[in-house]
């Protein structure tokens, strides 16, 4: 029942082994470790603070040391027993697998899962499980238990020693060792339909229905309530929300599909054929399984089907389009968001480099690898496949606002007056600049105000590269040059550093990081008076100071440079 990977947590090296063959069994799963005894996916420093958070954003968790340890870190934060995620305590060894909270969240089929991974027998202690050989009160995905209250005085009268008929399709309990007996007072019943008042059930709903609305923007959780209920249908009965793509963005289905507690789910329709919007042509264009239509069109049409609809194959999600920066490549400066995007991706797009740099890729995510003149192309590609659903990340290194894709992208959409696109969530994350990079690794050159500034003239007139150095220089600005040279452009770098020396002292501090972050990248220090265009390339940052920037060393070792907070005028 829970889709959400768990976070596997280790306090030292020991549990590594045991953790991966845990990780293997749960795709998405990371292993987090403690910072400084071991490496692992996720770096944490403090085990209390990190399992709390994990346990209050609702992750799985399975902890690799004592129960104890974990039961005295989460026992303040026990309050609400029906939304808790799975806890669980797993023996370094992998000898013993404790389940321990979220009894309702699947915790005892998480341990026989762990259990059966490390060859051993879970310690489940739940007495209805372990009698009956399931948790009745936990169905599997696609179904849902009407009443947990109802739910615990049905087991307890089970354990007293009462048997159950069984009405309807309860494949998941053909192998339990129920009390079954088919005059029995007590039924467990697998139905859509809502509850009839019978106190002698136990009531599981199939979720099996579909709701599609068109043009519908007003109280959309309450209209399908009420044509839920017209029909006798059981609100958790419900699998998805359906509407037109176009509607994607509009945050009105977003908290309509969260009151209602079900994925929402959207149909490209053409836009011009008002009847291919209408509900009851949206269900027939998305749902793939055999279904019956229960309500007809206004304003909202019930799709009924036999077994339980998985909400993933109706229709399409939300698509998505993230655009990201690696940073200069160290991968401790790639943003843990921007990690989390990669790991979502269906689907990723860059320039080839970059793209190879933010791998590796599961077998499930397509990699569009491009050359790096396509810019516009390529933001209209992603737009392309993000419109239709899939979940889409655009690479770029550094930040992808700074000379790269982010702009591309807000281009491309501006430009498009594309609905569908429109309807994509998009998102632009951060990434560390090379300026940043640089500048870290140099001290802080960039500590008062500085500009930056891309030396290339693909994309605009060599004269107002020119006009706007001669205003940075004389305005004493730092500056940071982004394409300085390339094998197409000789000439231009030198030019630039004329202008520069215009108007700055040749003991003026310059930073060069080349390849900053990558294997092999180092940063030097010299002056302009010193500087030679021959010392640079396409991957190098040129930093020029202002008439304030300084150097020092540190024992006659460690050169800093630095731009003082305060300016003291020339
Ligand atoms: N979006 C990127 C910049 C792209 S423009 C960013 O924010 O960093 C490409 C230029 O950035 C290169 O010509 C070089 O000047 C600089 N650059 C990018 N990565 C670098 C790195 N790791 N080390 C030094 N300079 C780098």
Not at 175 to 198: F, K
Request: proline share 6%; aromatic share 4%; glycine share 8%.
């Amino acid at each position: 029942m829970n889709a959400i990977a768990p976070a596997i947590v280790i306090l030292g090296a020991g549990a590594l082994d045991t953790a991966r063959r845990i990780q293997a069994r749960y795709p998405g799963a990371q292993v987090h470790g403690l910072s400084g005894r071991v490496d692992a996916d996720v770096a944490y420093t403090e085990l209390n603070a990190h399992l709390r958070d994990l346990y209050r954003r609702g992750t799985p968790l399975v902890a690799l040391c004592a129960a104890g340890i974990v039961i005295r870190c989460l026992a303040p934060l026990l309050a609400d027993k029906g939304t808790e995620p799975p806890v669980l305590a797993v023996a370094e060894d992998g000898s013993a697998v404790v389940p321990l909270l979220g009894g309702l969240a699947g915790v005892n089929r998480m341990a026989r899962e762990i259990a059966d991974a490390l060859d051993v027998t879970p310690a489940i202690t739940t007495s209805g499980e372990l009698r009956f050989g399931t948790c009745v009160l936990n169905p599997p995905d696609g179904y849902a238990l009407s009443s947990l209250a109802q739910g615990k005085r049905f087991v307890s009268d089970l354990l007293a020693g009462e048997s159950t008929r069984i009405e309807g399709e309860a494949p998941w309990l053909d192998n339990a060792q129920l009390p079954r007996s088919a005059d029995a007072r007590l039924a467990i019943r697998v139905t859509p339909q809502a509850w009839n008042g019978s106190t002698d059930e136990l009531l599981i709903h199939p979720r099996s229905v579909v709701a599609a609305i068109g043009d519908l923007d007003e109280d959309i959780a309450g209209h399908v309530q009420g044509a839920l209920s017209a029909n006798g249908i059981a609100t958790l009965a419900l699998a998805a929300l359906l509407a037109p793509v176009e509607r994607a963005g509009e945050a009105a289905l977003t908290e309509a599909a969260a009151t209602l507690g079900v994925a929402l789910r959207f149909v490209a329709t053409p836009a011009t054929a008002s009847e291919a919007r209408k509900p009851h042509a949206l269900i027939s264009t998305a749902m793939r399984v055999p279904h019956e239509i229960l309500a007809g069109d206004t304003p909202v049409a019930l799709a009924l089907a036999r077994a339980p609809v998985d909400p993933s194959s109706v229709g399409q999600a939300r698509g998505r389009l993230c655009v990201i920066g690696l940073g200069p490549g160290d991968a401790r400066l790639l943003v843990p968001a921007a990690r989390e995007a990669l790991d979502a991706a269906t689907d990723v797009l860059g320039y080839e480099t970059y793209v190879t740099m933010a791998g590796p890729f599961r077998a499930d995510q397509r990699v569009h690898g491009t050359d790096n003149r396509e810019e516009m192309q390529r933001a209209r590609h992603a737009f392309e496949l993000a419109a239709g659903g899939a979940s889409v990340v655009m690479v770029s290194s550094g930040d992808p606002g700074v000379f790269a894709m982010a702009a591309a992208v807000l281009e491309a959409l501006h430009e498009s007056g594309n609905a569908r696109w429109a309807s994509v969530e998009l998102e632009i994350l951060p990434g560390v600049s090379a300026a940043m990079a640089t500048a870290a690794q140099a001290g802080a050159p960039l500590g008062h105000d500085f500009c930056m500034l891309s030396l290339s003239d693909n994309l605009k007139p060599w004269d107002v590269i020119e006009n706007r150095l001669r205003h940075a220089a004389s305005a004493d600005l730092v500056m940071a040059f982004y394409n300085p040279v390339s094998r197409a452009r000789p000439w231009q770098l030198d030019r630039a550093l004329d202008i520069v020396r215009e108007f700055r002292a040749p003991e003026t501090t310059v930073v060069l990081g080349r390849d900053v972050g990558r294997p092999g990248g180092a940063v030097r220090h010299t002056s302009l008076g010193e500087l030679r265009s021959d010392m640079v390339d396409m991957r190098t940052m040129v930093i020029i100071g202002s008439s304030l920037t300084r150097a020092f060393s540190v024992d006659g070792k460690v050169e800093w440079v630095y731009t003082p907070r305060w300016y003291r005028p020339l």
